[in-house]
C-alpha cells in the first residue's frame, strides 16, 4: 500500500479526521498493512494482543465463548475506517472476544508501544476514541438487555433495525449470522424472518436482506 493510500484511509477514520495533514503522515508511518484470508483469526480470545487496528476492507465477526464452548456473535458489521480492538492498547490483559475475517479482509496495524505515546500526545485524538469505545458499551449493553428481557422476534427486529441505521436497507449477512447476533436458534431465526417476508417488511435472498418498510419495523421493535 502507497503511503498516500495509507493517510486517505487514516483521514476518512472518524477518530483520526480531525489531525493536520502533517499529523496523518507522521501516524501513517506507523502504520502496517495486514492481510487475512477468510476465516483467520485477527484476535483471539484470552490470547496477548499487542497491536490496534484499523478496518480498510472486507468483514470481520466479533464474538466470545460461553461457558458451553458455544460462539456468541457480538459485532459482524464492521465499516471501512473504524477502529479494531482498542481496548488491547489500554490494559495489560488478553482480549476478552475474538475477531475473525468473514471475508478477504485488510487491515492497517499499529503496535501499541507505538501508537500509544502518539494518542498521549493528541488529548482530542484520545476523546474520540473514548466515544467509540463508549458507544460500543453502550450498544452491547442494549444487545445484552434485549437477550436477557424480550422475546426472540423483538430482538430480531431491533437487531435489523439497528444494523438499517447504520448500514443502510441492504444487509450483506446470512441467516445464521442474524441468529447467533440474537441468541436464537437458525430455526427459529428463518421463521421470524418468513413471516417478515409475508407481511412486507422485508426482502431475502441467500446472505442477503433487504428492509422495505422500515417504519412497520420500527414499530415492531418497539413493541408496538
Do not use: W
Not at 498516500?4 to 502496517?32: C, G, N, P
Not at 464452548?69 to 482498542?86: D, H, M, S
Not at 422475546?151 to 437487531?159: H, S, T, Y
Amino acid at each position: 500500500m502507497k503511503p498516500s493510500e495509507k493517510v486517505d484511509i487514516l483521514r476518512r477514520s472518524s477518530i483520526f479526521s480531525i489531525l493536520t495533514e502533517v499529523e496523518l503522515v507522521k501516524l501513517s508511518r506507523l502504520a502496517k498493512e495486514r492481510s487475512l484470508k477468510s476465516g483467520e483469526f485477527l484476535i483471539r480470545e484470552e490470547e496477548r494482543c499487542e497491536y490496534f487496528y484499523i478496518l480498510t476492507e472486507g468483514r470481520l465477526r466479533t464474538f466470545l465463548y460461553s461457558s458451553l464452548g458455544k460462539e456468541l456473535t457480538l459485532i459482524t458489521y464492521l465499516r471501512p475506517g473504524e477502529i479494531l480492538g482498542p481496548m488491547s492498547i489500554f490494559r495489560d490483559r488478553p482480549p476478552s472476544g475474538s475477531m475473525r475475517a468473514l471475508s478477504p479482509t485488510k487491515v492497517l496495524e499499529f503496535k501499541k508501544n507505538e501508537i500509544l505515546p502518539f494518542l498521549l500526545g493528541h488529548p482530542l485524538v484520545m476523546l474520540e476514541m473514548i466515544k467509540v469505545l463508549a458507544a460500543r458499551v453502550s450498544e452491547l449493553n442494549r444487545r445484552l438487555r434485549d437477550v436477557a428481557g424480550e422475546r426472540v422476534e423483538q430482538r430480531v427486529f431491533r437487531l435489523i433495525l439497528m444494523l438499517c441505521h447504520r448500514f443502510g436497507p441492504s444487509l450483506n449477512m446470512t441467516r445464521r449470522e442474524l441468529a447467533e447476533m440474537v441468541g436464537a436458534t437458525i430455526e427459529t431465526t428463518i421463521r421470524i424472518l418468513s413471516s417478515m417476508r409475508q407481511e412486507k417488511i422485508i426482502a431475502s435472498s441467500r446472505g442477503k436482506i433487504t428492509i422495505l418498510d422500515e417504519a412497520k419495523l420500527r414499530c415492531l421493535g418497539e413493541g408496538l
